[in-house]
Structure formats: C-alpha cells, structure tokens
C-alpha cells in the first residue's frame, strides 16, 4: 500500500512553469549593459572627403555690389548726395535695374517728407525690378 501512495504522489505531480518575468529581467539588464558599454565608432572621422578649394580668380571678378542711397526730404530727393527730379530718378533706376537687379537699394525717408514721394520711389524700384531694398526713416 506505501507503494500505491508514492505512484498516486508521483502521477498528482504537476509539471514545473518556466517563469518568463526573471528572464526578460536578465534580457533587459544585458542589453543596457551593452549599450552602455559599447562605443560606437565615429564614422565621420573615417570619411575620406575632398571638397574643392574656392576659386579666387571668380572672387577678384565680383566686385560685391555698391549701395546705392536715394534719401527722400520734403523738399525733393537725392540720389547719393546728388539732388535728382523723379522723372531723373526713375531713369537712372531703370538704367541700374538692366545692369545689375541684384543692387542694394537702401531708401532713407526723413520724418516730415511726402509719403507719396515714397510710393513713387518704390514703384519706380519695381518696375525696374530691384528687389534688394531697405527703407529707413531719419530724424
């Protein structure tokens, strides 16, 4: 009868479960572990790059681009200094914006100077398409 018992004990024994949660535990360790003490390799450094150098021929060529300065006061508008009308404004605008569009315009408007005299010299720049312009006011 004692050996009944131990084969009735041997047949209720359960199989044993394969816990998952301590070995994802270790997975994870491992793998921050060897993130942490891994060193990537620096790529860029291992690159072999020849970029040309700057011609200096096509610098000396380009002479960078005079501003021109065209100053509107209440009693009429200069052009560098130099009084000009605004049918002679708008042909020597014209004339600069067919050589060069990309000439810097800078407009300089004094506090008590017509605001149409303004506008007029904005549409003249834009027909002649200069578009490199910047208006400042002046005490």
Same mark, same amino acid.
């Given at each position: 009868?004692?050996?009944?018992?131990?084969?009735?004990?041997?047949? +209720?024994?359960?199989?044993?479960? %394969?816990?998952?949660?301590?070995?994802?535990?270790?997975v994870?360790?491992? %793998?921050?572990?060897?993130? $942490?003490?891994i060193?990537?390799?620096? $790529?860029?450094?291992?690159?072999? $790059?020849? +970029?040309?150098?700057?011609?200096?021929?096509?610098?000396?060529?380009?002479?960078?681009?005079?501003?021109m300065?065209?100053?509107?006061?209440?009693? /009429?508008?200069?052009?560098?200094?130099?009084? $000009?009308?605004?049918?002679?404004?708008?042909? @020597?605008?014209?004339?600069? /914006?067919?050589?060069?569009?990309?000439?810097?315009?800078?407009?300089?408007?004094?506090?008590?100077?017509?605001?149409?005299?303004? @506008?007029?010299?904005?549409?003249?720049?834009?027909?002649?398409?200069?578009?490199?312009?910047?208006? @400042?006011?002046?005490?």
């Amino acid at each position: 009868m004692a050996a009944r018992k131990r084969q009735s004990r041997r047949t +209720r024994e359960e199989p044993g479960e %394969l816990q998952m949660t301590p070995m994802i535990d270790v997975v994870f360790q491992l %793998l921050v572990y060897f993130l $942490v003490t891994i060193k990537p390799m620096d $790529v860029i450094a291992h690159l072999d $790059v020849f +970029r040309p150098q700057p011609d200096q021929q096509e610098k000396q060529l380009q002479p960078p681009p005079r501003m021109m300065r065209v100053a509107i006061f209440a009693d /009429g508008i200069t052009i560098n200094e130099r009084p $000009v009308g605004l049918p002679e404004l708008d042909g @020597i605008l014209a004339k600069l /914006g067919s050589i060069e569009s990309n000439q810097t315009i800078m407009i300089m408007c004094a506090a008590d100077s017509r605001h149409e005299d303004l @506008i007029k010299v904005l549409d003249f720049c834009a027909r002649s398409n200069l578009r490199n312009l910047s208006v @400042i006011s002046m005490n």
